[in-house]
């Protein structure tokens, strides 16, 4: 299984929209400026995270996004389901396969697709904040002359 763009850019951008939410919503320029993503194609990402209940957008001047639930209560999985879709190993578990009564391997991608799906369901956006904490507190400090 390969992770797409979209996947990998969601988690990100959550993950950016966790740390900096406060009173205000996070805007959508903000988050383009320290992710390295274009505004247009963070606004499609957040569609199906919108749909999927995980942020919600604030219209205006002072508008952008925030989580629609706490970091504690988002997974990674959360955030791959809605941005990916199905994210079993092989395409036959997801849409069916004409040899499935007598594919022997059938249950090994099941397994390990179940695997990766709980490993994705145990990790949350705090957990992913509090690492990201940890790191900038571990850097050393540049002075340049």
């Not at 390990?112 to 507190?137: C, H, M, N, P, W």
Request: proline share 3%; aromatic share 6%; hydrophobic share 35%.
């Amino acid at each position: 299984m390969k992770l797409s763009t979209k996947g990998r850019y969601a988690t990100r951008i959550l993950l950016c929209i966790s740390r900096l939410q406060g009173d205000q919503p996070v805007p959508k320029k903000k988050i383009a400026e320290l992710e390295g993503i274009s505004t247009d194609y963070i606004e499609q990402i957040m569609v199906p995270l919108k749909n999927a209940g995980l942020v919600n957008s604030v219209r205006g001047l002072r508008g952008g996004f925030r989580l629609a639930k706490e970091p504690t209560e988002i997974t990674v999985y959360d955030v791959l389901s809605a941005s990916e879709g199905n994210i079993n190993l092989v395409g036959c578990l997801a849409e069916g396969c004409n040899r499935s009564d007598e594919c022997v391997v059938q249950r090994v991608w099941q397994g390990a697709s179940g695997v990766l799906k709980d490993y994705f369901s145990k990790i949350t956006l705090k957990e992913l904040q509090d690492d990201y904490e940890e790191r900038l507190k571990n850097e050393p400090i540049m002075f340049n002359i």
